[in-house]
């Protein structure tokens, strides 16, 4: 017979274990398994899949394991660098630009994976390889020795370092320089949704850097800008075009941080939820980070509903 424990959004499916411990030693590690199947994968509900079948084999092992920790951390990281070989394949054929899920720590399952680890090096991520990308995560970001990174790829330590050393140069720019306080990043999130939803050009200018990107995630479900917009100039007159265009205007819901960035959650024109992350450098806007994608925004439905209020069981 089988007993459920709730855990976070999924129902864990828990056979009775002996008394061996195995749950205790698999619960003490379930959040930074969490927050590595995220960091693999970038999506909450994939990461809490890849952490369930871990549990299951985990619970299925009929003897016990000496270093838990490193055992579960080699399963959720094999089963990542699996998935990731047919994710990588979807996102060829993804309609318009690919963003993480918003990740903004409003569940339990947030709130693990929750840490310094920004939109923008998750994007920076996305360029390396599969094997790049574990080993730059399990050692850089998880401080993983790297003997024991190499055991849990299955390669020998000077390929692990040339890999953690590839990837630490393709992401090093990423890495965030400096924190935003939390009333600084909710005035610049604020100030950035009035200018943008009023196309009030001015007021953009003295937001945006030169060189701003816009990228934005519909996953052909809703509306979104196919390519990357480039520059203050096409970024200034696509917000005065919007403005121009619609005769409804945006609804702020709540400022958050989006992936430890400044952001805000709102419905946009045409009614739709989206989310908004900006990442800012020496007081300017230089990346625009928008979701859209209903699929990808169900955590955030479940977290607020549709009204920037959180939501209640009872």
């Known amino acids: 017979m089988r007993q459920a424990a709730v855990v976070g959004r999924i129902q864990w499916r828990t056979p009775v274990l002996p008394s061996d411990g195995r749950l205790a030693d698999f619960e003490a590690e379930r959040p930074r398994l969490l927050r590595l199947g995220y960091r693999m994968l970038g999506s909450v509900s994939e990461a809490e899949d890849v952490v369930q079948e871990a549990w299951l084999r985990w619970a299925a ?3 016990n394991v000496d270093t838990p920790a490193a055992y579960l951390t080699r399963i959720v990281t094999r089963l990542c660098l699996d998935q990731l070989k047919s994710a990588r394949a979807r996102r060829e054929t993804y309609v318009g630009a690919w963003l993480p899920e918003p990740l903004m720590g409003t569940t339990e399952s947030e709130e693990a994976i929750a840490d310094d680890v920004t939109l923008t090096l998750m994007l920076a991520m996305e360029r390396l390889s599969p094997l ?4 730059f995560l399990l050692h850089d970001v998880f401080d993983m020795a790297l003997t024991d990174v190499a055991t849990t790829l299955g390669r020998e330590p000077a390929a692990v370092r040339q890999l953690a050393s ?3 140069k393709h992401v090093q720019h990423a890495r965030p320089r400096f924190t935003l306080k939390a009333t600084e990043a909710d005035q610049i999130a604020r100030a950035f949704f ?17 060189d701003v990107e816009i990228h934005s995630d519909g ?3 809703v509306i979104a800008f196919r390519n990357v917009v480039r520059g203050i100039d096409r970024a200034l007159r696509l917000f005065a075009g919007l403005r121009r265009k619609y005769s409804s205007a945006p ?7 989006i992936n430890g960035l400044p952001g805000y959650i709102s419905i946009d024109r045409g009614d739709v939820l989206q989310t908004t992350a900006l990442e800012v450098r020496d007081g300017r806007i230089m990346g625009i980070y928008i979701v859209r994608n209903p699929d990808k925004l169900r955590h955030v439905v479940a ?12």
């Open 251 to 257: 609804t702020l819901l709540r400022t958050a941080t």
């Open 132 to 135: 790049e990308r574990a080993a």
């Open 61 to 63: 092992r009929a003897e």
């Open 219 to 221: 996953g052909g479900k």
């Open 166 to 168: 590839r990837a630490r």
């Open 194 to 210: 009035s200018a943008a939803r009023d196309g009030d050009t001015v007021a953009l200018s003295a937001l945006l850097a030169r």
């Open 303 to 314: 977290a607020f509903g549709t009204d920037g209020h959180p939501q209640h069981s009872h």
